[in-house]
């Protein structure tokens, strides 16, 4: 199990066109597994190294953490004051919207006419208004959206209050963070960005 987060916002043009162009040359390229020591061998090795790489960079608006990993970073960030304790409302009852409680999105079949999907529409749109939920006052991430792999929303003012935190933490702290988790300094740059476009989700 991991976290994969991705910036709320859509990706530019620019985005875009350097990430189909990055998994185009994934597919083009041939992987080296199996292939006989030598020459050609070393050449498909870099370019596929190379192929890689690029869409790497590619990905900017993306951020992964194993189980373990985010583990370390909640506490962290808790230590550091960078979380709160927020809840979120409750998670909507199938049966309050005519569904079935043990199979609220049904097994339809293409070309089938649902005859629930108005309720399955407005069931869909109240789970949204969970994961999407802001509790005020904002003062950090709530600790629950980096718990789950339900699409919750990170808004970009508790992405701010989160950052306000780390920048006023004891420059002893920081270092430490940073030492604890080689990868922590590049969390903490990813969510500078994620903060201008939309926030971020967690899936």
């Not at 061998?41 to 373990?68: C, K, P, Q, T, V």
């Amino acid at each position: 199990m991991g976290y994969d987060m991705y910036f709320a916002g859509p990706l530019t043009d620019d985005e875009e066109a350097a990430l189909t162009k990055a998994e185009a040359a994934i597919r083009a390229a041939v992987n080296p597994v199996g292939m006989p020591q030598g020459p050609e061998r070393d050449a498909a090795e870099a370019a596929w190294d190379a192929a890689w790489e690029a869409r790497d960079a590619a990905m900017g608006h993306y951020f992964r953490l194993n189980i373990w990993s985010m583990g370390h970073c909640r506490e962290v960030m808790d230590r550091l004051g960078m979380l709160t304790e927020q809840d979120h409302p409750g998670w909507p009852d199938p049966e309050d919207f005519g569904l079935p409680k043990d199979d609220p999105w049904g097994d339809e079949k293409d070309g089938d006419e649902d005859p629930l999907a108005e309720a399955r529409k407005r069931f869909e749109q109240a789970q949204e208004e969970v994961v999407n939920f802001e509790p005020q006052p904002v003062t950090g991430i709530p600790r629950h959206k980096l718990c789950g792999n339900d699409g919750w929303l990170v808004t970009p003012a508790q992405i701010e209050a989160a950052l306000t935190e780390w920048e006023t933490t004891d420059e002893q702290e920081r270092r430490e963070a940073v030492g604890e988790n080689d990868w922590f300094s590049e969390w903490i740059a990813w969510l500078g960005k994620a903060k201008e476009r939309g926030g971020f989700r967690v899936y």
